[in-house]
């Protein structure tokens, strides 16, 4: 699972600042300085995963990294959340049958695939291990630092 996109950054005509997500077409958004759009280019793309999800559809790759300059770095919980959701699709099961497993409402776990829904980290681990997998949280260095404690 990606830890963000890829965008890119171009000023236009009227002195806005544009950012598109070519991994995600249906991610643009602008800002009036290069600040403003920076910071809104996380919300949009969320907003464009979001659609994605509802959808029913597998979340875009091209453009997915975990490094690199001019990159939407995505919360921790959404990026756990659309780990529930692809491992769904990979393993063919609905929200209903995940409730099922859960022993929850399927209104439960609309909430648990609702991006902006501040979710526990114990249920999104719990439903993931019902479809069999568990979340992997690796955290790169900074700086070609190494990583180690001192």
């Not at 965008?7 to 236009?12: A, P």
């Not at 920076?38 to 091209?62: M, Q």
């Amino acid at each position: 699972m990606a830890f963000g996109y890829h965008y890119t950054l171009e000023r236009e005509d009227n002195g806005w600042w544009l950012v598109r997500f070519p991994g995600v077409p249906e991610a643009l958004t602008e800002g009036e300085t290069e600040t403003e759009a920076r910071a809104n280019a996380v919300d949009c793309l969320i907003a464009a995963l979001e659609g994605y999800i509802h959808a029913g559809k597998p979340l875009p790759r091209g453009g997915a990294g975990h490094s690199g300059p001019d990159r939407a770095v995505l919360p921790s919980l959404v990026t756990a959340k659309l780990a529930v959701h692809e491992t769904m699709l990979n393993r063919g099961w609905s929200r209903t049958k995940l409730a099922t497993e859960l022993g929850v409402s399927e209104n439960s776990v609309r909430r648990l695939l609702d991006l902006r829904h501040n979710s526990h980290m114990w249920v999104i681990d719990e439903a993931l291990a019902r479809m069999g997998r568990s979340l992997s949280i690796d955290l790169p260095a900074r700086g070609g630092a190494s990583g180690r404690a001192a």
